[in-house]
T-cell receptor, first 112, second 114 residues
Framework: DGGITQSPKYLFRKEGQNVTLSCEQN?????MYWYRQDPGQGLRLIYY???????QKGDIAEGYSVSREKKESFPLTVTSAQKNPTAFYLC???????????FGSGTRLTVV | KQEVTQIPAALSVPEGENLVLNCSFT??????LQWFRQDPGKGLTSLLL?????REQTSGRLNASLDKSSGRSTLYIAASQPGDSATYLC?????????????FGKGTKLSVKP
């Protein structure tokens, strides 16, 4: 079955620590996206990538970094510069605007 | 700047009732509109995708309409069931701007009582 796999499902970060969230897709989609979801605020775009080795900042990129070395993978690193990282993180992909978006099952990150 | 609004924020109905969820957007220059369902603690499941040139899409008990000129979409759920309880999100893709960026509403939380 084609889809998007996010791991881990739950992640705990200590103060000052960097953590990396994994996102892998086997849909052969060109574009991949990271969104953050907070209660009452809806989903906000962090980073997106249209092709391998290229990515763009979204609306709330500060404190985050990404890489796109392979078409299938788009990992997100939450750095210590992100002061309020506790949230639900969703990865998505699309072949083209015409076909809409597919989302993963999410990673819940909590600062301890 | 595109803004997407969903009304109501929460809705509780008895099982079997037909219901309508509303979505409005401020900029009519959209590429398409997508309705999603989200269960608590889960990812988003795509329900229906409407291209800007289309008026409606149907899937089973779900029907979504789009009126681009007035900036509105509705999601109609027929004969609601307790399993329909979830948060429903609508999102639009704009022409231009961040290529392919989905802009979301905050969702309508639906509860269907047995």
């Amino acid at each position: 079955d084609g889809g998007i796999t996010q791991s881990p499902k739950y992640l705990f970060r200590k103060e000052g620590q960097n953590v990396t969230l994994s996102c892998e897709q086997n849909l052969n989609h060109d574009a991949m996206y990271w969104y953050r979801q907070d209660p009452g605020q809806g989903l906000r775009l962090i980073y997106y990538s249209q092709i391998v080795n290229d990515f763009q900042k979204g609306d709330i990129a500060e404190g985050y970094s990404v890489s796109r070395e392979k078409k299938e993978s788009f990992p997100l690193t939450v750095t210590s510069a992100q002061k309020n990282p506790t949230a639900f993180y969703l990865c998505a992909s699309s072949m083209a605007q015409l076909y809409g978006y597919t989302f993963g099952s999410g990673t819940r990150l909590t600062v301890v | 700047k595109q803004e997407v609004t969903q009304i109501p924020a929460a809705l509780s109905v008895p099982e079997g009732e037909n219901l309508v969820l509303n979505c409005s957007f401020t900029d009519s220059a959209i590429y398409n509109l997508q309705w999603f369902r989200q269960d608590p603690g889960k990812g988003l499941t795509s329900l229906l995708l409407i291209q800007s040139s289309q008026r409606e899409q149907t899937s089973g008990r779900l029907n979504a309409s789009l009126d681009k000129s007035s900036g509105r979409s509705t999601l109609y759920i027929a004969a609601s069931q307790p399993g329909d309880s979830a948060t429903y999100l609508c999102a639009v893709t704009n022409y231009g701007g961040s290529q392919g960026n989905l802009i979301f509403g905050k969702g309508t939380k639906l509860s269907v009582k047995p």
